[in-house]
């Protein structure tokens, strides 16, 4: 498939020297066709070069709207023309001006050359390489989301300016963890629905948003910087696994999951983040094909949710309802009717092409539904200035890509989402060293701390170029011996131990790089176990028991990992988790080890111990426990952990004061409104107002809560405050808490922070009941902060 990225997503391995001026990359061998060879479509000289005239197409007229405009560019088309638009590579319609397009870019964690859209050259060598997405995600910092979203849109914008890439770009990817081997959790911002959704928002708005244009009075006017897409939708998290794969997997999901947890950040992609694409993802959901769901499509993102924009399928997605679900036994024409009737506007691949034109011949759709869809993507790339251009954006070209701030921000981004997961007696940060160990098959990591939807980085600082550099720098460090451990991340055999081991044996203090990299989790690789691969704990154990120094393990890996032996091994001082870094991972650890950065970040999934995916298939969807196995994330599991969501330790330490108020919300029924039963464990709880349905009530009940935050440690540093709450207890079926807001501050030692944050009491107090209401509970609803722990009652005079 497309997606998977089977291309050579990455041709050239290129380990620049740690200088940050070093941009000069050996360039890829992809060539793609040049997406763009011209600055927009209204150009009056374009239109003479090909022996037309401008002013006699209204579609070129900028004093009519929009619609008008793409309407107008739709009727002069034949059924022929129109369906050679429907594609991912649109051929555009010579005769009419309009020029081809490819709609298929990347830009999950940076611009990347994934999808034919982009490509690097000469001219546009690499472009910033942003850690993966699960790191970033583990910063908590909705400011440096969305920043990394106008970062990689400048340059994605610079590219286009320069022929380099497209203007849609099909990122970025909110789908839940709900399973810890799923092999795409890199590209995820973790397990919970609200950060998924929160993270979406803020990349969306980052990708899209025009400075001084965000809100418009008209949204299908609203100019766009490049356009973003929500995928993949929905339920979709089983790749290949134990058989499984997602080309014939049918997710069974009950509406309350799905309400609750599958579609909420894909509500809050289009409502708050105002995206202008959805794609629909390739598995099944309750025995339909994602993209042929009519409720699924027009009924919730285009009706309900009220999508400016187009959905798209994920590439190749009709072909695999034809030859992997074998749905309805549909034959291509059969399949494109159908998918183009639920709301699929645009085919990732050949299929509208190629069977669209019978379809409509045939009978089987009407030709109406091909101009509507046309409409909707016309209308998302005049709002990019495909047809007008954007004066703002005019003079963004090769300057502006791989800057020395975008650089930055990589390091910065890769500094703040690592975790601290253990630190014995203050092992970290190291001062002087004089022996330093390097030790592990990811120290030398470059390519690997990219993972998957990458493109060409500017350049690359690996773990120990990055040591080396800042431990010279700071003088903290004399020498660096390097000891690679195994030969490479699947470590599979222990012949390169002995010397690691002699290594650390007289080292002041030794550091191992452990973990994972795209050949053990990955797109189309799910993990069938959470262990470290191959001889890799042998090494670590190994190696720390004959270490001198200190040992600090340094964990780079996209899922978690059950490292349980080295959590409880007393050599083993200090934990960090650096996820996949991005290309300046190796200065950000290092940054963190020698301390020049206090640690803040907190884990955004749940790391589970191995024992806990022998319970349960991969391919049970709900997230309670049901069927005997054990419930799934934080809000419905509660058996042992390795580390548990939301962890993360600092160099200094922090105590918490929270207040809230009111202590008490009291609701009043309207007369139509009415009591709604609720299933309690006990039946003796039953109140006789148990809860009201959300969407009969205004709800404009708001509680105010405010945390100090005082670092009463000796360091400044940063701190991620998350708050929750928790149901009354003995509802059945209810989360054990919800985290409902999170705010990440910097507080210089001796020093406090006050975090103010304001919940309504009806989107952040309620639950999702088993017949998929939304419900406010009356009773002692709590609000939990680190330790600390608020009540609040809540109660309906009816
Ligand atoms: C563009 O549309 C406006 C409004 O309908 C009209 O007055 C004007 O003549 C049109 N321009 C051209 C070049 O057709
Ligand atoms: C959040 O990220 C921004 C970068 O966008 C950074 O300037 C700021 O310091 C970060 N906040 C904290 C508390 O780390
Ligand atoms: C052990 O692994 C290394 C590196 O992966 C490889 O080069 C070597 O051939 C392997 N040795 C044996 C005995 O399998
Ligand atoms: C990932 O690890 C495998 C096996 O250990 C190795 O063959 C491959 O080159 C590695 N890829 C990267 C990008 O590090």
Redesign the pocket.
């Known amino acids: 498939m497309a997606t998977s990225c089977l291309l050579p997503c990455i041709a050239v391995l290129f380990l620049a020297a740690f200088v940050s001026s070093s941009r000069n990359m050996s360039l890829g061998p992809i060539q793609v066709d040049v997406p763009n060879d011209f600055s927009y479509v209204c150009d009056p000289q374009r239109f003479r070069q090909q022996g037309l005239d401008m002013d006699k197409f209204t579609y070129c007229n900028k004093s009519l709207s929009y619609q008008v405009r793409a309407k107008d560019l739709v009727d002069q088309m034949t059924l022929d023309d129109k369906v050679q638009q429907m594609g991912n590579s649109a051929k555009g319609v010579f005769r009419i001006g309009l020029p081809k397009y490819e709609w298929w870019s990347e830009a999950l964690h940076g611009v990347s050359d994934v999808g034919p859209g982009v490509k690097f050259d000469n001219v546009v060598p690499g472009a910033t390489s942003f850690p993966t997405v699960i790191l970033t995600a583990a ?1 908590f ?8 979203g106008q970062v990689v849109s400048t340059e994605a914008r610079a590219m286009y300016n320069l022929g380099n890439a497209g203007l849609t770009f099909w990122s970025p990817n909110i789908n839940v963890v709900r399973d810890p081997r799923w092999g795409r959790i890199t590209e995820t911002a973790g397990e919970d629905p609200f950060v998924v959704g929160t993270y979406a928002i803020n990349y969306v708005r980052g990708l899209q948003d025009v400075q001084g244009a965000e809100q418009s009075s008209d949204p299908n006017s609203r100019p766009l910087k490049v356009s973003s897409c929500c995928k993949h939708y929905t339920a979709y998290d089983v790749d290949a696994w134990e058989g499984v794969d997602r080309f014939h997997f049918n997710a069974l999901v009950a509406e309350q999951d799905m309400l609750e947890t599958f579609n909420r950040p894909f509500e809050m992609c289009v409502k708050d983040g105002d995206v202008s694409s959805v794609m629909c993802s390739y598995n099944r959901v309750n025995g339909f094909p994602t993209c042929a769901d009519p409720n699924l499509l027009k009924g919730t993102i285009r009706e309900e949710w009220d999508l400016h924009g187009y959905i798209v399928s994920d590439c190749d997605s009709i072909e695999v309802m034809v030859d992997g679900h074998k749905w309805l036994d549909d034959k291509g024409d059969d399949a494109s009717a159908q998918t183009l009737k639920a709301g699929l506007d645009l085919d990732c691949g050949d299929f509208y092409p190629d069977y669209l034109k019978s379809a409509v011949l045939n009978g089987k759709v009407r030709e109406a539904e091909i101009d509507r869809s046309l409409n909707y993507l016309y209308v998302v790339l005049m709002r990019l200035g495909f047809f007008d251009g954007i004066e703002q954006y005019k003079s963004l070209g090769k300057g502006d890509v791989c800057t020395e701030q975008h650089i930055a ?1 990589a390091s ?2 890769a500094r ?1 989402g690592t975790v601290l997961l253990k630190n014995e007696g203050g092992a970290l940060p190291l001062s002087h060293v004089s022996k330093l160990a390097v030790i592990g098959p990811l120290a030398k990591a470059t390519e690997l701390m990219l993972g998957n939807y990458a493109g060409i980085p500017c350049q690359f600082v690996s773990p120990l170029d990055g040591l080396t550099k800042v431990g010279q720098l700071l003088s903290a460090v004399d020498h660096v011996i390097y000891q690679p451990g195994c030969g490479d991340p699947k470590c599979q055999n222990d012949s390169l131990i002995l010397p690691a081991i002699n290594a650390a044996k007289d080292a002041d203090a030794t550091i191992i790089f452990v973990g994972t990299n795209l050949s053990i989790e990955n797109e189309g690789l799910d993990r069938t176990d959470l262990y470290l691969p191959g001889y890799q704990t042998q090494l670590i154990n190994q190696v720390a028991a004959v270490s001198k120094g200190p040992v600090i393990l340094v964990i780079m890996s996209a899922g978690g990992v059950d490292i349980q032996f080295a959590k409880d091994n007393e050599k083993i001082k200090s934990i960090l988790w650096a996820g996949w870094p991005g290309e300046e991972g190796g200065l950000a650890i290092a940054d963190v080890i020698f301390g020049r950065y206090n640690p ?1 970040g907190k884990l955004p999934i749940t790391w589970y111990t191995n024992e806990y995916v022998k319970q349960l298939p991969m391919t049970s969807m709900p997230l309670r426990p049901v069927d005997g196995y054990p419930g799934r994330t934080y809000k419905f599991y509660e058996g042992p952990t390795v580390y548990p969501f939301g962890y993360g330790i600092s160099y200094t330490n922090f105590k918490y004061e929270v207040t809230s108020s009111p202590a008490s919300l009291r609701f009043t029924l309207k007369p139509y409104q009415h009591c709604h039963s609720q299933n309690y464990m006990n039946k003796d709880q039953d109140s006789p107002c148990p809860a009201i349905i959300i969407e009969h009530s205004a709800c404009t009940h708001f509680i105010q809560v405010e945390v100090t935050v005082h670092n009463v440690g000796m360091r400044d540093g ?2 991620v405050v998350m708050v929750y709450s928790a149901p009354p207890p003995g509802i059945v079926g209810a989360p054990i808490k919800q985290l409902i807001g999170f705010q ?3 507080v210089a030692a001796g020093q406090n922070v006050k975090v103010k944050f304001s919940f309504n009491a009806c989107d952040s107090f309620n639950i999702i009941d088993a017949a998929a209401y939304n419900l406010l509970p009356s009773g002692t609803h709590k609000i939990l902060v680190a330790d600390e722990s608020v009540p609040l009652e809540v109660n309906f005079d009816y």
């Open positions: 910063s910092n909705q400011s440096l989301w969305r920043n990394i921000l910065q981004a703040e803040g940063n701190e990440r501050v910097h």
